[in-house]
């Protein structure tokens, strides 16, 4: 069986040009033939946008969904982070979905395993913003020190990073299988509703997108009445 991915050209690389990618896309894999039923269980809507496993940040209750595939080492993901969080706060409606994408080399799959493993002491995001706080690359033992500097219990930490091993590889595993089924290339990637954004935005591009995002989920709502 052929692995079944939607390529770039599937999904205009716009943000107006990709509306209903969602949908689209998995419509669209569905039609190019069977899949194997775990890769199907990776692309569904539902596990993208609310994977139980994945941390959210904002409303999570919001009517629009945006998820955000990053790298702790990626230096547009970490000048993002503060514009991105400002705008969520000033919307208030928003709820951001937080994959670890650790696509830039082995320091970065050592960051998302051991902010995965954060998670069993509920302390993902604190260890997610003293990551994404610093002004250069990390390393292994920078890691260390910022996550203790954070709070956590890092004998604990290690403990639940081997007893949750296969758990969290395999969070990691579906983060990249959703992020390349898109088409992305890099990090930072984002879903806005059903825009597919490539890319860093400004903050004043990412308040469009969530706008146009929120009138086209009026839109689908009038049309079922």
């Known amino acids: 069986m052929n692995q079944l991915k939607p390529s770039r050209g599937d999904f205009a690389p716009t943000r107006r040009g990709a509306l209903g990618l969602l949908g689209a896309g998995i419509a669209l894999l569905a ?18 946008l609310r994977d ?17 595939w990053f790298d702790y080492n990626c230096p547009y993901c970490r000048k993002l982070e503060p514009e991105l969080r400002q705008v969520i706060q000033d919307d208030g409606k928003v709820r951001l979905v937080q994959k670890d994408w650790p696509i830039l080399g082995p320091v970065s799959k050592v960051a998302a395993r051991m902010a995965q493993a954060a998670k069993y002491q509920n302390k993902f995001h604190e260890a997610h913003d003293a990551m994404m706080g610093v002004n250069s ?27 949750n091993a296969q758990a969290i590889d395999a969070v ?34 990412f308040e469009q997108v969530i706008a146009d995002a929120r009138k086209a989920n009026m839109g689908r709502k009038i049309e079922k009445n």
Request: hydrophobic letters at 40%; proline letters at 6%.
């Open 31 to 48: 039609a190019r033939g069977a899949r194997a039923e775990e890769e199907e269980k990776v692309l569904t809507e539902a596990l993208v």
């Open 172 to 205: 990691l595993a579906r983060n990249n299988d959703q992020a390349e089924a898109f088409g992305f290339n890099g990090t930072p990637s984002f879903i806005v509703g059903k825009y597919r954004v490539p890319g860093v935005l400004s903050m004043d591009q």
């Open 137 to 163: 690359r990390i390393t292994e033992p920078r890691i260390a020190e910022l996550l203790s500097g954070a709070g956590l219990d890092m004998d604990r930490l290690k403990k639940d990073l081997d007893a």
């Open 52 to 68: 139980p496993d994945i941390p959210v940040v904002g409303n999570p209750k919001g009517d629009i969904t945006i998820v955000e």
